[in-house]
């Protein structure tokens, strides 16, 4: 006789999968944070250019501006577990590259190389964990891959201290540890491999959909208000990752007079905060509803956390607990929201192109934040010259909060019009 076939993993296999995916979610964030703690030693002891540090990041940016919903499709036809243990050789790749990198082209590949894997990762992970834990619980255990993966962030601003004596030895070694992060993530898409192919063949795993083909034709079927939540994705994190990954610890040290360790804590509470925090406002959204008010309210921090970073002699505390809320906040909000405005049918084409043009968005910020320090001379001899960037990210952050009340706006009177003329609600 044959036994019947269950219809999920049994727990501790899913409990396997899971811990492998947060491994390799926990490693490529690591990875791609590990610029900010090192900036400044770039800066003197390679004489790079604020401009040629943000380029690190923004190079990063810049093939997702192309290839993520390639890679989407990528995911589709050669299935997730392949395309996770693709990505993550990429980035491991990439990581040696940069950590070789003692010439800033040499260094700017490797990022290009870690990019070119990174962001078709998370896409490929996300269907990965679709496959597994269809059901009531998916949700959650999304926020929570996230939350796990912002570890990844918190213990890259932290390296500072329970790494010192890397650093102490200059900036190579340090680079070498985000190398050995991405290597924790590479042997975590392994294991998810070996268990994704042990359960296939058993039916035990949700089928994936068909391969979508993307038709430009597609966008014509959007809402504007979707377009206006795009546009909320994409200057919210253009403040968010290019401040906190790019110039934040190098501005603390420069502008504020903090030690390599003291300002590495101190940006780490932004992604520690989130480790907590994420899944919670994650469950709020399911049990309020209200997308759009939920957006406002984690919005409204952002802009006046760098008016207190610029303008309060001690304001660092309070500006890093604020962008904290904000960062744990409107995610766990912006991603889900993304299913009210999009058909269902072209849901994929919706999140590849949100993230598309989030990446535009972080290439340009990096560069223009970077050449700002330049142009205006920032240096711990200059301070003053920051001050550019600060009212850069500070306008950006309030672009980001008024389209959230549009985006309200446009919401509310939608639902109006229904209602009036006596259609659903």
Known sequence: MHE???TTPTFAVQALMFAATAIVMLGNYYGYDSIGPVAEQLSHELHFSDTQIGT????YSLPNVFLVVIGGVLVDRLSARRMVVATTAICLAGAAVTAVGARFPVMAVGRLLFGIGSETLVVAVL???????????LALLMA??????RLGSYLADQSPSFAGGLYARGWQPPLWLAFAFAAASFAGALLYFWLD????PRGTLALPPPPERFDWRHLLTFRVEYWVLVAVCVTFYSVIFPFRSTFAIKYLQEAQGYTLAQAGNLNSYVFLAAVFATPVFGFLLDRMGRNTLLLAAGAVLLAPSFLVL???????????????????????????????YSPPEHLGTAYGLMTTLQNAGLFGANIIAGYLNDAYRASVANPGGYTPMLWFFGLLSLTAFVLTLVLRALDQGAAARPAAAGGRS
């Open 197 to 200: 192919r042990r359960e296939a």
């Open 144 to 149: 929570m891959n996230l939350s796990l993966a």
């Open 310 to 340: 610029g303008a309060l002699p001690d304001g660092a505390g309070l500006s890093t607990a604020m962008l904290g809320v904000s960062f744990s906040f409107l995610p766990a909000v912006l991603w889900p929201t993304v299913v009210r």
């Open 127 to 137: 269907v990965a964990l679709a496959q597994w834990f269809a059901g009531r619980y």
């Open 4 to 6: 019947p076939r269950s």
């Open 56 to 59: 690190l990041n923004a190079i």
